[in-house]
């Protein structure tokens, strides 16, 4: 079982970056897919973007033109760089590797307990 631990959160005035990091316990070269998601208070968690191991990306409505998602396999880590915030991206950002085959059928299932997660508070 990989822990995954996030990092990177904090407190951003709107129009600003931050950058997240997602460190894993083990190796994520052979996982194909790393996401991030976010949970905004009282919301369901939701998908923001997914890379695989190939280096493709994908980006849900929320994070299009503004996020950027990659990953470093020999530092099993996975970033999201985060531009121009606005008070809706206010959430705790979480990470976390998705099952492939269902991934390519349109389905996001997590494979891992989450982690902490990471507040991110954008204010006015």
């Known amino acids: 079982q990989v822990r995954l631990l996030e990092s990177g959160g904090g407190l951003v005035q709107a129009g600003g970056s931050l950058s997240l990091s997602c460190t894993a316990s083990?190796?994520?070269?052979?996982?194909?897919?790393m996401a991030w998601y976010r949970q905004a208070p009282g919301k369901q968690r939701d998908l923001v973007a997914s890379?695989?191991?190939?280096?493709?990306?994908r980006y849900w409505d929320s994070a299009k033109g503004r996020f950027s998602i990659s990953r470093d396999n020999t530092k099993n880590t996975v970033y999201l760089q985060m531009n121009s915030l606005n008070l809706e991206d206010t959430a705790v950002y979480y990470c976390?590797?998705?099952?492939?085959?269902?991934?390519?059928?349109?389905?996001?299932?997590?494979?891992?307990?989450w982690g902490p997660g990471t507040e991110v508070t954008v204010t006015s």
């Open positions: 890379v695989t191991r190939a280096g493709e990306t």
């Open positions: 976390n590797a998705l099952r492939a085959n269902a991934y390519y059928s349109g389905a996001y299932q997590p494979l891992y307990d």
């Open positions: 083990g190796s994520i070269s052979n996982i194909i897919v």
